[in-house]
């Protein structure tokens, strides 16, 4: 990764990490800062923490409690959501701005305080306002509790990869210009692998910046994947070697083998990669994934496999990464993951259901009179494009107080229509801050349903506050009466972000047993910033233990 000499306050404590104890309390400083980097031969000031792109790793085990303290040294307003943690009645740690805190103004700074219980592997943090992410983001590494071995054989180093993309241009800059302009922003310039966009055509510039990674042959790793991309889902492939995947999104799997990795933004995947190939340098890859007529970065990524003994000048040996428009590779990913459902790793998928939910999510087209064309791209859920508030949406509902938002969101579309057919209605939406209200310990099915009403998609969707069990996918209409007979609910994959196919549905099943307000939307963030998310209020339960924790005294004022 690269790491630029700063005034840093990050205090690392993976050298200290073979002496953890269980259930320990570990501290951390993040300062957001701007630093110089220098990619696709051109240099720019980003938005970095403790000036690391990608940013500090946090280790921890299973049960510890974090305390991060962020403090914002840049102009942005900031916050950070730790993408996968349940946040247990500590919504107010969560991070999304204006949803569960407001965000932290330049010159101050907020504690987050909270616990991964009953959570191990790999997650990611990142900023959640704006398009900050796309450099201020990072892993967290939860290992299981102190004698506790992984349910797959143990192995001899973990090697952390985490993918992101790159613009040449300040994306905040990018963002609003697509905002005012009512267009679609400009695509990434590349994609990155551990920060490196590897070594580009010669007509692009001379860079051969590229990350590597030095394995000895026999030996097994445990490769921690992440995918930090702000709007591509993205394969990965190395040359020759094939991989045994055994986690995702910090849930254990039944373990498989495959040569080609699939993952969205937001997602990660733990593999075992055991290098049985000759001796020698083998290309590593990432390229996106789009099979419909959107634009997308089609710069293939690219980083390297080194054996270790590996003569300097050795030949490469190359891989051609899927095509584009691989459907096919999806979903053969995609249905070969299940939950390990084990004693000790139980799928409990509910099957009783108090909440049938059916989302309609998709992209229009609303009047926007100081835009260039007088219209403005937006996105929906049931045709809401979610206006963000003023205040946060927690708080609000802490304190009761009203205006902020109104619980009336649709649970199935006002309207319903051919939602994968030629539409023929108005591609208008309607604005509100409305959210879904649940009772304690509710269980919830929500049936995602893609839309062709500008051009279908595929849709990563991330649920904050909960994982949830993926128990059906399928292309086109969701058929009510027939689906729901070859739902998979024994051993379905659990996770926090899951891909709703182009022009096609996937339902996810949850228990609303964690109170608060949690965020439901798509994690491209292009889709986020046009209005495609939501809210679940969830109300506390009966006893104390089931009820939301009082908010901290430096909560962030909007």
């Given at each position: 990764?690269?790491?630029?000499?700063?005034?840093?306050?990050?205090?690392?404590?993976?050298?200290?990490?073979?002496?953890?104890?269980?259930?320990?309390?570990?501290?951390?400083?993040?300062?957001?800062?701007?630093?110089?980097?220098?990619?696709?031969?051109?240099?720019?000031?980003?938005?970095?923490?403790?000036?690391?792109?990608?940013?500090?790793?946090?280790?921890?085990?299973?049960?510890?409690?974090?305390?991060?303290?962020?403090?914002?040294?840049?102009?942005?307003?900031?916050?950070?959501?730790?993408?996968?943690?349940?946040?247990?009645?500590?919504?107010?740690?969560?991070?999304?701005?204006?949803?569960?805190?407001?965000?932290?103004?330049?010159?101050?700074?907020?504690?987050?305080?909270?616990?991964?219980?009953?959570?191990?592997?790999?997650?990611?943090?990142?900023?959640?306002?704006?398009?900050?992410?796309?450099?201020?983001?990072?892993?967290?590494?939860?290992?299981?509790?102190?004698g506790i071995p992984y349910p797959?054989?143990?192995?001899?180093?973990?090697?952390?990869?985490?993918?992101?993309?790159?613009?040449?241009?300040?994306?905040?800059?990018?963002?609003?210009?697509?905002?005012?302009?009512?267009?679609?922003?400009?695509?990434?310039?590349?994609?990155?692998?551990?920060?490196?966009?590897?070594?580009?055509?010669?007509?692009?510039?001379?860079?051969?910046?590229?990350?590597?990674?030095?394995?000895?042959?026999?030996?097994?790793?445990?490769?921690?994947?992440?995918?930090?991309?702000?709007?591509?889902?993205?394969?990965?492939?190395?040359?020759?070697?094939?991989?045994?995947?055994?986690?995702?999104?910090?849930?254990?799997?039944?373990?498989?083998?495959?040569?080609?990795?699939?993952?969205?933004?937001?997602?990660?995947?733990?593999?075992?990669?055991?290098?049985?190939?000759?001796?020698?340098?083998?290309?590593?890859?990432?390229?996106?994934?789009?099979?419909?007529?959107?634009?997308?970065?089609?710069?293939?990524?690219?980083?390297?496999?080194?054996?270790?003994?590996?003569?300097?000048?050795?030949?490469?040996?190359?891989?051609?990464?899927?095509?584009?428009?691989?459907?096919?590779?999806?979903?053969?990913?995609?249905?070969?993951?299940?939950?390990?459902?084990?004693?000790?790793?139980?799928?409990?998928?509910?099957?009783?259901?108090?909440?049938?939910?059916?989302?309609?999510?998709?992209?229009?087209?609303?009047?926007?009179?100081?835009?260039?064309?007088?219209?403005?791209?937006?996105?929906?859920?049931?045709?809401?494009?979610?206006?963000?508030?003023?205040?946060?949406?927690?708080?609000?509902?802490?304190?009761?107080?009203?205006?902020?938002?109104?619980?009336?969101?649709?649970?199935?579309?006002?309207?319903?229509?051919n939602y994968t057919g030629n539409?023929?209605?108005?591609?208008?939406?309607?604005?509100?801050?409305?959210?879904?209200?649940?009772?304690?310990?509710?269980?919830?099915?929500?049936?995602?349903?893609?839309?062709?009403?500008?051009?279908?998609?595929?849709?990563?969707?991330?649920?904050?506050?909960?994982?949830?069990?993926?128990?059906?996918?399928?292309?086109?209409?969701?058929?009510?009466?027939?689906?729901?007979?070859?739902?998979?609910?024994?051993?379905?994959?659990?996770?926090?972000?899951?891909?709703?196919?182009?022009?096609?549905?996937?339902?996810?099943?949850?228990?609303?047993?964690?109170?608060?307000?949690?965020?439901?939307?798509?994690?491209?963030?292009?889709?986020?910033?046009?209005?495609?998310?939501?809210?679940?209020?969830?109300?506390?339960?009966?006893?104390?233990?089931?009820?939301?924790?009082?908010?901290?005294?430096?909560?962030?004022?909007?």
């Amino acid at each position: 990764m690269v790491d630029f000499s700063l005034s840093l306050t990050f205090i690392l404590l993976f050298s200290l990490f073979p002496a953890f104890v269980q259930s320990a309390t570990r501290h951390y400083n993040f300062t957001v800062v701007m630093q110089n980097f220098t990619k696709l031969c051109s240099t720019k000031s980003i938005v970095t923490v403790n000036g690391k792109f990608p940013g500090p790793t946090i280790y921890a085990r299973e049960d510890d409690t974090l305390n991060i303290r962020v403090i914002n040294n840049v102009q942005y307003n900031v916050s950070i959501h730790w993408h996968g943690v349940k946040q247990l009645r500590t919504g107010w740690a969560d991070g999304p701005a204006y949803i569960t805190q407001c965000p932290i103004q330049p010159g101050q700074s907020y504690l987050y305080n909270f616990s991964l219980t009953g959570q191990r592997g790999t997650l990611l943090w990142h900023a959640h306002i704006s398009w900050l992410r796309t450099t201020v983001h990072g892993a967290i590494i939860i290992l299981p509790k102190k004698g506790i071995p992984y349910p797959f054989p143990k192995p001899h180093k973990d090697k952390l990869i985490v993918l992101g993309e790159w613009w040449k241009t300040d994306t905040e800059a990018v963002i609003n210009q697509a905002m005012t302009t009512g267009m679609p922003p400009n695509i990434s310039d590349s994609h990155t692998i551990n920060g490196y966009p590897g070594p580009l055509p010669a007509s692009a510039c001379t860079s051969d910046q590229a990350y590597t990674i030095h394995v000895e042959k026999g030996k097994t790793y445990l490769i921690r994947l992440v995918n930090a991309a702000v709007n591509d889902e993205l394969f990965f492939k190395i040359a020759g070697h094939n991989f045994t995947v055994v986690e995702v999104d910090a849930c254990y799997t039944k373990p498989f083998t495959t040569d080609t990795i699939f993952v969205g933004p937001g997602q990660t995947t733990n593999f075992l990669l055991t290098p049985n190939q000759p001796t020698g340098k083998y290309l590593i890859a990432i390229s996106p994934f789009m099979d419909t007529i959107v634009a997308v970065d089609n710069v293939t990524g690219i980083a390297f496999l080194r054996y270790k003994e590996t003569a300097q000048f050795s030949p490469l040996l190359l891989t051609s990464p899927p095509a584009i428009n691989s459907t096919s590779s999806t979903s053969k990913f995609l249905d070969n993951l299940r939950s390990l459902n084990s004693r000790s790793y139980p799928a409990n998928v509910p099957l009783q259901i108090d909440h049938s939910l059916l989302f309609a999510i998709g992209v229009g087209i609303n009047s926007c009179p100081t835009c260039m064309n007088g219209s403005r791209t937006v996105a929906d859920i049931n045709n809401v494009s979610f206006v963000m508030p003023n205040r946060a949406l927690l708080e609000a509902h802490y304190y009761n107080i009203s205006g902020v938002f109104t619980d009336d969101f649709p649970g199935n579309p006002p309207t319903p229509f051919n939602y994968t057919g030629n539409f023929t209605g108005s591609m208008a939406t309607k604005n509100g801050t409305r959210v879904y209200r649940l009772g304690f310990n509710d269980t919830v099915q929500v049936v995602l349903q893609g839309t062709g009403i500008l051009a279908p998609e595929s849709h990563p969707f991330h649920l904050h506050g909960a994982n949830f069990f993926t128990v059906g996918r399928g292309i086109g209409n969701y058929d009510p009466v027939n689906d729901p007979k070859k739902f998979n609910l024994v051993d379905p994959v659990e996770r926090n972000t899951q891909s709703v196919p182009t022009a096609g549905w996937t339902a996810i099943r949850f228990r609303a047993d964690n109170p608060g307000v949690w965020f439901l939307h798509c994690h491209l963030e292009v889709h986020t910033s046009w209005g495609l998310k939501m809210a679940f209020v969830v109300d506390n339960g009966k006893s104390p233990n089931q009820s939301m924790l009082p908010p901290p005294s430096d909560l962030p004022k909007c």
